[in-house]
Every structure is written in structure tokens, then in C-alpha cells.
């Protein structure tokens, strides 16, 4: 807020300083900054709470005496002559329009483009204006009736108005509470950002306030709102609360789809905070008490490695990343490395595609060249009988987690690995012939994948109640995302 007249003291960027400054005061008078600079009201309100605007006009001061290496007392003094004079524009120009508390978007419009300077102002005045019958702390009606005028506005000054004015209410966590999601809703309040940044899939479910901010972002260029939303969810990520409170191993496939979401948002992947701060995330799970659990989870050590090795992959951190090599090493030099590898009972595809996915990280991660090595002498012995049977593929599978499920003829059959053509299921208790056609739900659930789809099958083979199929999807999007997932 470096301002010289009144006018630009109630600008966009000294806005944003007030509601910086005074987010405690706005918090518990329930008003928006836009209010508490463009009503005389709320002027008065403020002069007479204490020495609150003492104390904020001081704040202001230090950051601009910082800044400008200004002694502070000559910054508090010009300070308060700059708020002084906006706070009397503000008076004077609403007494010039005495009914605007009932301006419309239209009059918004009229208003923002009646005077180059003072245009702005006079539309600041009306849509506080707009706002006051409302109430304090009206939320949601305040959130709604920014949406109604930002789909009528046409002047880019009353939408910069509303742009802000929402993301002002988007970052008051009351307001945020009742118009997006509660901060101890975690899950929903990541998911209503993801869909503010783009995400369709994310939509589903959000409250209608969302729905209509989501259409807004459509139509117009809302950068006041983009960066609150990053803001949030940097808050969101850096905070102790769980993603997924039912266990690590479900926090860890939370993360990182929120990962693989933020990378595909030009909003959120442009923000390299937000990525550290997710990264920081990924090294919280590496700690005992949540790394532990997710281990010991997997049932053989093949299981065991694909989790550690993809958190390896997934952090920076060296701590955390020398506990990680020390647990794959003890993995990888058990004399039992060969017989507990696989899970028991696993079919010889199966057992192929969790040999060959190992490798294949192994080969891939920063591992040191002597610990690639060391794996690549044991593994060869291990997995000589693996090279001499079944056909060859083109398409690399990939093992299925524990709570990967194919719904098929009325039954959630478990999917023991896949790739993007292929499917291998069961035990399924049913009719299944080489070259039938069947239809069925694919529901992944895992460390690396969370998502659902529907998939015409073509049974390719069925033996002892294990069912090879190829499969289609019919969504494009769906079709993506695995084509994704298996070329990353």
C-alpha cells in the first residue's frame, strides 16, 4: 500500500493490505474489507472500537518504513493523512448517491465507468451499500449476491471489484465455513479448491456457492480469487489435519492424487510453495509411526519395495529418504527375498507383473549404483523362473492394491493386476468364457491411484476362478488418466 492521494489509498492493492491488517476486526465484525473501506458506517464503527485503528494505521506504517527505509513516525503521520482523506471521500461521494443500496449490476457498471478516478469508488460505495441491509456476517446471502451482479457485470472494474470482494470471503474462515467448507472438513475444503483451479471432477458434490464461482472463473478473468485459492490450499497442506483420517496407507493415496491434480491445474501446478509444501506432506508419511503401518500392510516383500521405492521417488528430503534406503536394503538382502517376495497364492502372470514393476523402479530411482546392482544379482536368481513362461505383452501390468475391486455379475471380485488393455481378476464365482462380452465397474483404491469406471470386458482366458480380460472405457477423460498413470 505505497499511496500518495485517497483515491488510490481505496485502490485494489491498499485493499487488500486492510484486509491483511485488519483480518481480526473483519473476522469479528463479520464484513468484508470492501465494506470497511467503501461504507462510512463501518468508518465510524472502527473509530470508535479502542485504539483498533491506532493500531492498524501503525502496521501499515512499519511495513512502509521497511519497505522505504522511512523513519516510521513520518509514515504513521502521512498514513493517517492518506485513510483520513479517503475515509472523507467516501462520505462525500455517497452522500451523492442516496440509493445505492439498491444498485443492480447494470448500475454497478454505470457507476465504475461514470468518472475514470472516481468511477471505481462510486461503484465500491454502492456495493457496500448493496451489502449493508444484509447484515453482519450473512455469508452466504453475501457470497450469492456477489455471484448474482459478477454474471451481469460487464465493466472490468466492478468485475475486479467482485473478484476481490469473493476472494476476501473466501479467505475469512468464517465466511469460508458457510459458503465453501469447514477448516476441520479437510477433504471438502481441498476438493472445493480443486475445482476453483479447474477441476472438473472435483465439482461434484461442492456446495452451490462453489458451482457458481466454478461458472464465474468461465467467464472471467478472476486473479484476486485464483491466488486465495492457492492460499487456501497452502494452509490446507502445511496444517497437521489428515487428508484421510482411516489410516496412513489411505493419507498416502490422498496426497497423492491431490499431487497428481495439482500437476494437472495450471493454477496450482504454477505454485512452487504449494508443491514444496506438498512434498513436505509426502516426508510427514515417511516418519515410523505412519511409514510403519503402510508396510507392514502389504503382504511380501515385492509389496513392501513398490512402497518404498515410490516414496523415495515421491521426497526430497535426505533424512527421510536414508530411512527409506535402509529399509528397502534390508528388504532386498533377506535371505527370504526370493520366497516372500510374491503374495501367496499368486498366479505366474501375476507374479511376472509385480517382478517386472519392482525392477522397473528399482532400474528408475536414485538409488545408488551399487544398490541397483546389489538388486539386479539377486533378482536375476530370484526371478530366472518367470522369463520361460506366458506370452509377452507390450502393454506393462501393473499390480493391483488391496483394496482394488472389479464389480462384475453382482460381486466385488479382487483385481490382482493391470494394465492399460488388461485385467486380471478374481476368485470370481460365476460363467466366464474365452470370448464373452460382460460389463463391469473397475474401483481403484491405492497408494497411486483413487478412481472408478465403467469397462466393457472380453473375457481372454478363465482358470481356476482367475479371469484375464481385455477391457475399453468409453470415457475420454477416464482414458487419460490411465494412458497417464501407465506412461509416467
Not at 158 to 174: G, P, W, Y
Not at 400 to 406: F, K
Request: aromatic share 4%.
Amino acid at each position: 500500500m505505497f499511496c500518495t492521494t485517497p483515491i488510490e489509498a481505496l485502490g485494489p492493492e491498499a485493499r487488500e493490505t486492510l484486509f491483511r491488517v485488519a483480518m481480526p476486526y473483519l473476522e469479528q465484525a463479520r464484513i468484508t474489507a470492501a465494506e470497511l473501506a467503501f461504507d462510512p458506517r463501518e468508518h465510524r464503527k472502527l473509530l470508535n472500537s479502542g485504539t483498533k485503528f491506532q493500531e492498524y494505521i501503525q502496521r501499515v506504517a512499519i511495513l512502509q518504513g521497511q519497505q522505504l527505509k522511512n523513519p516510521v513516525t513520518e509514515r504513521v503521520r502521512q498514513t493517517l493523512e492518506l485513510v483520513d482523506g479517503a475515509m472523507r471521500l467516501v462520505e462525500m461521494e455517497a452522500k451523492g448517491l442516496p440509493d445505492a443500496h439498491v444498485a443492480d449490476a447494470t448500475a454497478l457498471d454505470r457507476l465504475a465507468a461514470s468518472d475514470a478516478q472516481l468511477g471505481p469508488v462510486r461503484a465500491g460505495i454502492a456495493l457496500a451499500a448493496v451489502m449493508a441491509p444484509m447484515g453482519p456476517g450473512t455469508w452466504v446471502i453475501r457470497g450469492q449476491r456477489c455471484l448474482e451482479l459478477l454474471s451481469a457485470a460487464r465493466h472490468p472494474a466492478v468485475v475486479a471489484l467482485l473478484d476481490q470482494t469473493i476472494a476476501e470471503l473466501l479467505r475469512i474462515k468464517s465466511a469460508c465455513a458457510g459458503l465453501v467448507a469447514p477448516a476441520e472438513n479437510l477433504t471438502a475444503l481441498v476438493k472445493a479448491c480443486l475445482a476453483l483451479a479447474g477441476d472438473a471432477e472435483s465439482v461434484r458434490g461442492a456446495s452451490n456457492f462453489v458451482h457458481g464461482l466454478t461458472a464465474a472463473t468461465k467467464n472471467h478473468d478472476m486473479p484476486f480469487t485464483g491466488r486465495a485459492v492457492v492460499e487456501i490450499l497452502n494452509g490446507a497442506v502445511t496444517g497437521p489435519a489428515s487428508l484421510d483420517k482411516r489410516d496412513p496407507t489411505q493419507e498416502l493415496k490422498a496426497t497423492r492424487d491431490l499431487r497428481r491434480k495439482i500437476d494437472g491445474l495450471p493454477l496450482l501446478d504454477a505454485d512452487r510453495e504449494l508443491k514444496e509444501n506438498l512434498s513436505r506432506r509426502l516426508t510427514r508419511l515417511t516418519a515410523p509411526e505412519s511409514l510403519e503401518p503402510i508396510v507392514a500392510r502389504e503382504v511380501g516383500i515385492g509389496r513392501k519395495l513398490l512402497v518404498l521405492l515410490g516414496l523415495h521417488a515421491d521426497i526430497e528430503d535426505p533424512n527421510a529418504r536414508r530411512y527409506l534406503v535402509a529399509m528397502i536394503d534390508s528388504l532386498v538382502e533377506n535371505p527370504e527375498f526370493k520366497s516372500d517376495f510374491y503374495v501367496p497364492g499368486m498366479a505366474h502372470d501375476e507374479k511376472r507383473a509385480l517382478a517386472g514393476q519392482v525392477s522397473q523402479l528399482m532400474a528408475a530411482s536414485q538409488l545408488s549404483d551399487n544398490r541397483r546392482q546389489r538388486f539386479r544379482e539377486i533378482a536375476a536368481t530370484a526371478f530366472a523362473d518367470l522369463t520361460a513362461a506366458g506370452e509377452r505383452r507390450i502393454s506393462p501390468r501393473m499390480v493391483a492394491g488391496p483394496e482394488d475391486r472389479v464389480l462384475l455379475g453382482g460381486q466385488r471380485v479382487p483385481l490382482r493386476n493391470w494394465s492399460e488393455t488388461g485385467l486380471l481378476f478374481g476368485p470370481f464365482n460365476g460363467i466366464a468364457q474365452p470370448g464373452q462380452h460382460m460389463k463391469a465397474t473397475v474401483m481403484l483404491r491405492n497408494g497411486y491411484l483413487s478412481m472408478g469406471f465403467e469397462a466393457e470386458l472380453e473375457i481372454v482366458r478363465a482358470n481356476d476362478g482367475l479371469i484375464g480380460a481385455k477391457y475399453a472405457c468409453n470415457d475420454p477423460h477416464v482414458r487419460q488418466r490411465i494412458k497417464a498413470h501407465f506412461r509416467a
